[in-house]
T-cell receptor, first 111, second 113 residues
């Protein structure tokens, strides 16, 4: 079943923060986050495995709450280069290797 | 530059044509994927090959036929496609399959006349 992402779209000014959420009705084992710019391939950002760990690099981090089957992607001090569509992909134990993607969140960062 | 290379980048074909999409990776990954992506939609999984064997087929119509000749190559053979098959076809690879990050190619933009 497809995970639900929110919000659908967000517009920011450079330097502002954003949070993108991904939730599922299924028990998840992993959550992947990707960013896709218009006309380009999705680019892997990070993966979180069951265990509730938080990951991050630079000013982008993510958390995974396995009790709520939710993941959040945190973008701090956003830059123009952060613009794009963010997808979460989820896997369950019974569908290992089969990522199902949410509908995406379009992030626009303006100067 | 992506480490997963797809050719051709663009393809226009008639409904009676036969063509193939090609995907290549040299990262030593053992899982490879085909996705279909329509405009403003997420990628939809079509096929997964794990260690050169087809492990997942998402009930894709038989006019799409995947092939994995070796661990670095993945093909998608197309025959008698319909206009609704026009989309961006993305190839991806991951180290060993489940619970691994996927690396995507730039895709082939396919138009069916």
């Amino acid at each position: 079943q497809q995970p639900v992402q929110s919000p659908q779209a967000v517009i920011l000014r450079e330097g502002e923060d954003a949070v993108i959420n991904c939730s599922s009705s299924k028990a998840l084992y992993s959550v992947h986050w990707y960013r896709q710019k218009h006309g380009e391939a999705p680019v892997f950002l990070m993966i979180l495995l069951k265990g509730g760990e938080q990951k991050g690099h630079d000013k982008i981090s993510a958390s995974f709450n396995e009790k709520k089957q939710q993941s959040s992607l945190y973008l701090t001090a956003s830059q123009l280069s952060y613009s794009g569509t963010y997808f979460c992909g989820t896997e369950t134990n019974t569908n290992a290797g089969k990522s199902t993607f949410g509908d995406g969140t379009t992030l626009t960062v303006k100067p | 530059d992506t480490e997963v290379t797809q050719t051709p980048k663009h393809l226009v074909m008639g409904m009676t044509n036969k063509k193939s999409l090609k995907c290549e990776q040299h990262m030593g990954h053992r899982a490879m994927y085909w996705y279909k992506q329509k405009a403003k939609k997420p990628p939809e999984l079509m096929f997964v090959y794990s260690y050169e064997k087809l492990s997942i087929n998402e009930s894709v119509p038989s006019r799409f036929s995947p092939e994995c000749p070796n661990s670095s190559l993945l093909n998608l053979h197309l025959h008698a496609l319909q206009p609704e098959d026009s989309a961006l076809y993305l190839c991806a690879s991951s180290q060993s399959g489940a619970f691994q990050p996927q690396h995507f190619g730039d895709g082939t933009r396919l138009s069916i006349l």
